[in-house]
C-alpha cells in the first residue's frame, strides 16, 4: 500500500532498521512503480538539464549559512529548493533550484569578483556567499524551506554492515544495499550541474552545445559517489534554417578526422584547465580509440571523463536503464553483484584486462533474460514506432522502445532475489566462456566469433564485443569466484549477504593451486578462539568441501 512504501521509504532514508520482507518489498515496489510511471529516457534528462539551467552552486561556510543565504538570494527570485552537501567532509556547498532561468540571471547580473587584478574573470553559475561587511537591510529567517541537509554522504562500510545485518532476509538486504547506495537526486543535481558548467562556458563559441551524461550517472545503476561520463556535442543550427540566405562564416574541419577530433579536445582541455574555476586536475587521453578528458569538479566533488560526438554511448544507458526499470529486481541484483566483484577484486576502477562495471552489468542482464525476466533488445526493436528511431554517429542504429509504459507483458516469473543471486552464480559457473557469447541483442548465447577470452556482444554494434579487454587470467579469477561464492551461498544457512561481500583476502585465499579457507571468517569467530577452533572446524568444513567438489564433479 501507499502507506507501506511511505513507511518503507522513510526506513531507509533515516538509516533504521528495516521492517521489510519479500513481499513488503515486492507490494512496496508494484506500488511506487504504479506511483512512478515510467518516464521515457529523454523526457528525464531534459527535465535534469532544465533543472541545472534554472540552479546556482553556492560555496557557504558551514550549514549554519543556509537560512542567511535563503534569505539573500529570495531577493533574486523564487526558490524551489535548496540542497545542502559537503565535499571532503569539510566544504559546503549549496545548490539552490530557482523557478525560472530569468531568476538565475538576476543573480548573475548582481554578482561580482574578488581581487579583479589577480583573477581570470569568469563568470558561471558558481559562486562562494562571502560573509558580510556591513549588516544588510534583509531579514533573515530562521527557517529554511525545502532545504534537505547532507545529501551526498555515503554510507561508511560499518553503517552498511550494521544495515544489511538487521535485514531479515537476503533478499531484504540486497534491496537495502541498493536502497543506501543508490545515488540519490542530489547526486544526480550535482552531476547534471557538472554537466551544465562546461555548456555555460563554451556556449559563446557554440550556442547550440549540449553536454550530456551517460554512464552509471543516468543509466539506473550508479552508486553514490560514481564517477560521470560526459559527452560534449558542438551541434549546428536548427534544421529549419537551412534555408535562410544568411550563412554563417566558419572553418573547414581537417580532412584527418582523428587529428581534428585531438586539436578540438586538446582546445577544450587547455580552456578547462586554465579558465573554468572548479575543474583541476585535467588529464588528456587523447590517442585512445575513445579519446577522453578525465578531470575532476572540485565545487561537486564528481570525477569526469569527457568525450566527444559519441552518441550510442548515450544510446546505450538508455537502453541500460531501460532494463533497469523493466523489473523491480533488476537494480537490487545488479548493485550486489556489482558490490561482490568488487570485494573479490574482480572489478577495479582502474582500467586494465578485468571485467568492468559494464560488462558485468550485461551478464546479469543477459541472465535475466534467461529467466524470462527480461526482453531480448530484439522485441524491444520490434515493438519500436517511428519516434523511436535514432541514428548515432550516422551509421549505428539505435531504435528500440522507449517507452516502457507500451511493452505489451511483463514477466510472470517470480523468483525471489536471493534465489536470482544464487541463480546467477550457478549459470555462470556452468557457463561455457570458450566457446561462447553472450548476445543481448538475440536474448541467447551465440558461437564465440573470434577468440577473446570473454565474448560479450555489444547490444547496439554486435560485431563489437565490449569484454575485449579481459584476458584468459581474469576469465579463470572470475569462474572460480562464481564457483565460490555459489557454494558459499549454498553452504551456508545463516541467510547473510554479508558471507560473500568480504574483501577476498579475509574469506579465502588460494595458496600454490590449493584452496585454504580462512575458517575463523567463515563461522564469524573471534580471533582470539580462533586457533583452538581451528582443528575441530577444519574437519566439519574439508567434509562440506568433499561434498560440494563431488557434487561439482557430478
Ligand atoms: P561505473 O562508472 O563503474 O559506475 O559504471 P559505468 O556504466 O558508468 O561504466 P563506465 O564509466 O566504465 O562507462 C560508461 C559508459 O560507457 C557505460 O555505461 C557504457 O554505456 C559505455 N561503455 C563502457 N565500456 C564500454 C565498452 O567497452 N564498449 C562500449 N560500446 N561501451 C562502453
Ligand atoms: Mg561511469
Same mark, same amino acid.
Not at 522485441?379 to 519500436?384: N, Q
Not at 548515432?392 to 511493452?407: E, G, I, K, P
Given at each position: 500500500?501507499?502507506?507501506?512504501?511511505?513507511?518503507?521509504?522513510?526506513?531507509?532514508?533515516?538509516?533504521?532498521?528495516?521492517?521489510?520482507?519479500?513481499?513488503?518489498?515486492?507490494?512496496?515496489?508494484?506500488?511506487?512503480?504504479?506511483?512512478?510511471?515510467?518516464?521515457?529516457?529523454?523526457?528525464?534528462?531534459?527535465?535534469?538539464?532544465?533543472?541545472?539551467?534554472?540552479?546556482?552552486?553556492?560555496?557557504?561556510?558551514?550549514?549554519?549559512?543556509?537560512?542567511?543565504?535563503?534569505?539573500?538570494?529570495?531577493?533574486?527570485?523564487?526558490?524551489?529548493?535548496?540542497?545542502?552537501?559537503?565535499?571532503?567532509?569539510?566544504?559546503?556547498?549549496?545548490?539552490?533550484?530557482?523557478?525560472?532561468?530569468?531568476?538565475?540571471?538576476?543573480?548573475?547580473?548582481?554578482?561580482?569578483?574578488?581581487?579583479?587584478?589577480?583573477?581570470?574573470?569568469?563568470?558561471?553559475?558558481?559562486?562562494?556567499?562571502?560573509?558580510?561587511?556591513?549588516r544588510s537591510k534583509i531579514s533573515v529567517s530562521k527557517d529554511v524551506p525545502l532545504l534537505i541537509k547532507n545529501g551526498c554522504s555515503i554510507p561508511t562500510d560499518k553503517e552498511l554492515t550494521d544495515l544489511l545485518l538487521s535485514a531479515e532476509t537476503m533478499s531484504d538486504q540486497m534491496v537495502t544495499l541498493y536502497e543506501t547506495t543508490k545515488l540519490n537526486d542530489i547526486g544526480v543535481r550535482i552531476r547534471f550541474q557538472t554537466a551544465h558548467q562546461l555548456e555555460?562556458?563554451?556556449?559563446?563559441?557554440?550556442?547550440?552545445?549540449?553536454?550530456?551524461?551517460?554512464?552509471?550517472?543516468?543509466?539506473?545503476?550508479?552508486?553514490?559517489?560514481?564517477?560521470?561520463?560526459?559527452?560534449?556535442?558542438?551541434?549546428?543550427?536548427?534544421?529549419?534554417?537551412?534555408?535562410?540566405?544568411?550563412?554563417?562564416?566558419?572553418?573547414?574541419?581537417?580532412?584527418?578526422?582523428?587529428?581534428?577530433?585531438?586539436?578540438?579536445?586538446?582546445?577544450?582541455?587547455?580552456?578547462?584547465?586554465?579558465?573554468?574555476?572548479?575543474?583541476?586536475?585535467?588529464?588528456?587521453?587523447?590517442?585512445?580509440?575513445?579519446?577522453?578528458?578525465?578531470?575532476?569538479?572540485?565545487?561537486?566533488?564528481?570525477?569526469?571523463?569527457?568525450?566527444?560526438?559519441?552518441?550510442?554511448?548515450?544510446?546505450?544507458?538508455?537502453?541500460?536503464?531501460?532494463?533497469?526499470?523493466?523489473?523491480?529486481?533488476?537494480?537490487?541484483?545488479?548493485?550486489?553483484?556489482?558490490?561482490?566483484?568488487?570485494?573479490?577484486?574482480?572489478?577495479?576502477?582502474?582500467?586494465?584486462?578485468?571485467?568492468?562495471?559494464?560488462?558485468?552489468?550485461?551478464?546479469?542482464?543477459?541472465?535475466?533474460?534467461?529467466?524470462?525476466?527480461?526482453?531480448?533488445?530484439?522485441?524491444?526493436?520490434?515493438?519500436?514506432?517511428?519516434?523511436?528511431?535514432?541514428?548515432?554517429?550516422?551509421?549505428?542504429?539505435?531504435?528500440?522502445?522507449?517507452?516502457?509504459?507500451?511493452?505489451?507483458?511483463?514477466?510472470?516469473?517470480?523468483?525471489?532475489?536471493?534465489?536470482?543471486?544464487?541463480?546467477?552464480?550457478?549459470?555462470?559457473?556452468?557457463?561455457?566462456?570458450?566457446?561462447?557469447?553472450?548476445?543481448?541483442?538475440?536474448?541467447?548465447?551465440?558461437?564465440?566469433?573470434?577468440?577473446?577470452?570473454?565474448?560479450?556482444? %555489444?547490444? /547496439?554494434?554486435?560485431? #563489437?564485443?565490449?569484454? +575485449?579487454?579481459?584476458?584468459?587470467?581474469?576469465?579463470? &579469477?572470475?569462474? =572460480? !569466484?562464481?564457483?565460490?561464492?555459489?557454494?558459499?551461498?549454498?553452504?551456508?544457512?545463516? %541467510?547473510? /549477504?554479508?558471507?560473500? #561481500?568480504?574483501?577476498? +583476502?579475509?574469506?579465502?585465499?588460494?595458496?600454490?593451486? &590449493?584452496?585454504? =579457507? !580462512?575458517?575463523?571468517?567463515?563461522?564469524?569467530?573471534?580471533?582470539?578462539?580462533?586457533?583452538?577452533?581451528?582443528?575441530?572446524?577444519?574437519?566439519?568444513?574439508?567434509?562440506?568441501?568433499?561434498?560440494?567438489?563431488?557434487?561439482?564433479?557430478?
Amino acid at each position: 500500500s501507499a502507506r507501506e512504501c511511505t513507511k518503507y521509504t522513510h526506513t531507509i532514508m533515516s538509516g533504521q532498521r528495516l521492517f521489510c520482507n519479500e513481499r513488503v518489498v515486492r507490494t512496496v515496489h508494484s506500488a511506487e512503480s504504479e506511483k512512478n510511471k515510467f518516464i521515457p529516457f529523454d523526457e528525464l534528462i531534459s527535465h535534469r538539464r532544465q533543472q541545472a539551467a534554472r540552479s546556482v552552486l553556492i560555496q557557504v561556510q558551514s550549514e549554519k549559512s543556509c537560512s542567511e543565504l535563503y534569505s539573500y538570494c529570495s531577493q533574486f527570485g523564487h526558490i524551489e529548493g535548496m540542497h545542502h552537501y559537503t565535499v571532503h567532509h569539510n566544504t559546503h556547498f549549496v545548490l539552490i533550484e530557482f523557478k525560472k532561468v530569468s531568476h538565475v540571471e538576476n543573480i548573475l547580473n548582481k554578482a561580482t569578483h574578488m581581487n579583479e587584478e589577480q583573477i581570470i574573470p569568469v563568470e558561471g553559475s558558481m559562486f562562494w556567499f562571502r560573509t558580510e561587511k556591513t549588516r544588510s537591510k534583509i531579514s533573515v529567517s530562521k527557517d529554511v524551506p525545502l532545504l534537505i541537509k547532507n545529501g551526498c554522504s555515503i554510507p561508511t562500510d560499518k553503517e552498511l554492515t550494521d544495515l544489511l545485518l538487521s535485514a531479515e532476509t537476503m533478499s531484504d538486504q540486497m534491496v537495502t544495499l541498493y536502497e543506501t547506495t543508490k545515488l540519490n537526486d542530489i547526486g544526480v543535481r550535482i552531476r547534471f550541474q557538472t554537466a551544465h558548467q562546461l555548456e555555460r562556458c563554451f556556449s559563446g563559441l557554440f550556442p547550440h552545445i549540449s553536454v550530456l551524461p551517460f554512464g552509471s550517472s543516468v543509466n539506473g545503476f550508479g552508486k553514490l559517489g560514481c564517477d560521470l561520463d560526459l559527452v560534449l556535442r558542438a551541434t549546428n543550427v536548427n534544421e529549419e534554417n537551412l534555408n535562410s540566405r544568411l550563412v554563417y562564416h566558419t572553418k573547414t574541419i581537417m580532412s584527418d578526422e582523428r587529428l581534428q577530433t585531438k586539436k578540438f579536445m586538446e582546445t577544450i582541455a587547455d580552456t578547462m584547465q586554465h579558465f573554468v574555476p572548479g575543474i583541476c586536475n585535467v588529464r588528456r587521453i587523447l590517442h585512445a580509440r575513445v579519446p577522453i578528458i578525465k578531470y575532476e569538479q572540485s565545487f561537486t566533488g564528481v570525477e569526469c571523463d569527457l568525450s566527444i560526438t559519441n552518441l550510442t554511448a548515450v544510446y546505450m544507458s538508455e537502453l541500460l536503464r531501460l532494463y533497469s526499470e523493466v523489473d523491480w529486481r533488476v537494480k537490487p541484483l545488479v548493485f550486489t553483484l556489482r558490490k561482490w566483484a568488487e570485494c573479490v577484486g574482480l572489478t577495479n576502477s582502474a582500467p586494465g584486462r578485468w571485467i568492468t562495471n559494464f560488462s558485468l552489468t550485461l551478464l546479469v542482464l543477459f541472465y535475466l533474460q534467461f529467466k524470462q525476466i527480461l526482453p531480448s533488445l530484439s522485441t524491444l526493436k520490434k515493438l519500436a514506432v517511428k519516434r523511436d528511431t535514432r541514428v548515432a554517429n550516422s551509421m549505428v542504429d539505435c531504435t528500440f522502445l522507449r517507452d516502457l509504459n507500451r511493452l505489451p507483458e511483463r514477466t510472470t516469473n517470480v523468483t525471489t532475489l536471493q534465489e536470482l543471486l544464487h541463480g546467477f552464480y550457478e549459470f555462470y559457473s556452468q557457463f561455457d566462456f570458450h566457446t561462447k557469447a553472450v548476445s543481448i541483442r538475440d536474448g541467447t548465447t551465440i558461437s564465440k566469433p573470434d577468440y577473446s577470452a570473454l565474448y560479450i556482444c %555489444n547490444p /547496439l554494434e554486435p560485431m #563489437l564485443n565490449v569484454s +575485449k579487454n579481459v584476458s584468459i587470467e581474469e576469465v579463470e &579469477k572470475l569462474k =572460480v !569466484n562464481l564457483r565460490e561464492a555459489s557454494w558459499l551461498l549454498e553452504s551456508t544457512d545463516n %541467510n547473510n /549477504l554479508l558471507t560473500i #561481500l568480504q574483501p577476498k +583476502k579475509d574469506l579465502m585465499t588460494l595458496v600454490r593451486g &590449493k584452496r585454504v =579457507v !580462512n575458517v575463523a571468517v567463515l563461522f564469524g569467530e573471534d580471533s582470539e578462539d580462533e586457533k583452538t577452533n581451528v582443528a575441530n572446524k577444519q574437519k566439519t568444513l574439508s567434509g562440506s568441501l568433499n561434498k560440494d567438489r563431488a557434487r561439482r564433479r557430478r
